[in-house]
């Protein structure tokens, strides 16, 4: 399919819109990819793609809003290699449930985090952006940095006790994946949606400098090399001490988000 037909709107950094690119890129599917400005998609993405969240995305005049559903709707357009077991076979029900865990549950806890972090460093934000072609000079984003690190902390709920609960839970949710991938559900050669879910989480989490060390050398750690490096740090120091504590003790079952598909 040729460039153009098909568009991705993206916010520079964003995890579900890297696992759509990694699903383009794995059918190859060309595509046009247009970076907006955090917040802008509230105002913009109904106009452009019908929806206030990115991953949004443009097939001609259809416009799909939400990684899953763009996960299908590629696979519907290109099925080979499809990106779920076929509907016949006993882990496609289970593809599909990791694939919501992956999106309901994991996949606002970095978004929290980082929220917290920029809170604190808003600079920091700014080495997300990578290569993308913003619609304005990146000097004139600078001194905007503190507030939209504000209002991003307000639209994501990103608060003090949030990012606590996210850091205690972790490492029960890290178990919960390593579980799949010794199960085979996930971690396979060609991965499939929710392996492009949540590795795109876990890319993004290892990002966090304080985050990193809570999933080097474990099974997940590996799900994030379906991807291309990640542009983008938070520093290591930027959380607070005592939140990361609470991480490295025992998972607390009741936390939020630690139950398991
Ligand atoms: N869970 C949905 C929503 C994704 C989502 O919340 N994306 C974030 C960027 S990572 C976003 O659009 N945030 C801006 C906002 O909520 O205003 C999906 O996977 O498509």
């Known amino acids: 399919m040729a460039a153009g037909a098909t568009k991705l709107y993206v916010l520079p950094g964003s995890h579900p819109c890297a696992a759509i690119e990694a699903a383009l890129a794995l059918k190859s599917i060309d595509y046009q990819r247009v970076d907006l400005l955090p917040l802008a998609q509230v105002l913009a993405g109904p106009l452009l793609y019908g929806g206030r969240t990115v991953p ?7 416009r799909i809003v939400g990684s899953r559903p763009i996960m299908r ?10 990106l779920l077991p076929a509907p016949g076979e006993p882990d496609h029900g289970r593809v599909l449930e990791a694939e919501r865990w992956g999106d309901e549950v994991l996949q606002a806890v970095p978004r ?6 920029f809170l604190r460093v808003p600079a920091a934000m700014e080495s997300y952006a990578g290569d ?4 304005l000079p990146r000097a004139m984003l600078r001194p905007a940095l503190p507030l939209t690190a504000k209002l991003m902390a307000i639209k994501n709920g990103a608060r003090d006790e949030s990012a606590q609960a996210d850091l205690a839970a972790l490492p029960g949710q890290l178990e919960q994946i390593d579980g799949w991938i010794a199960e085979g559900l996930l971690g396979g ?4 949606a929710a392996d492009l879910q949540i590795g ?12 990193r060390p809570l999933i080097e050398g474990r099974p ?15 520093p290591a120091g ?10 490295q003790a025992a998972p607390d079952p009741a936390a939020p988000g630690s139950r398991s598909a």
């Open 56 to 62: 949004g995305m443009r097939i001609g005049r259809e």
């Open 73 to 82: 709707r590629l696979d519907a357009l290109v099925p080979d290699p499809p």
């Open 112 to 117: 929290r985090l980082i929220d917290a972090a």
């Open 132 to 135: 993308a072609k913003l619609p």
């Open 189 to 192: 050669e060609r991965p499939n």
């Open 200 to 211: 795109s989480t876990i890319r993004l989490l290892l990002s966090i400098g304080d985050v």
């Open 220 to 234: 997940c750690e590996r799900l994030a090399g379906y991807f291309p490096p990640m542009t983008g740090e938070v």
């Open 238 to 247: 930027v959380l607070p001490a005592e939140w990361l504590a609470r991480a």
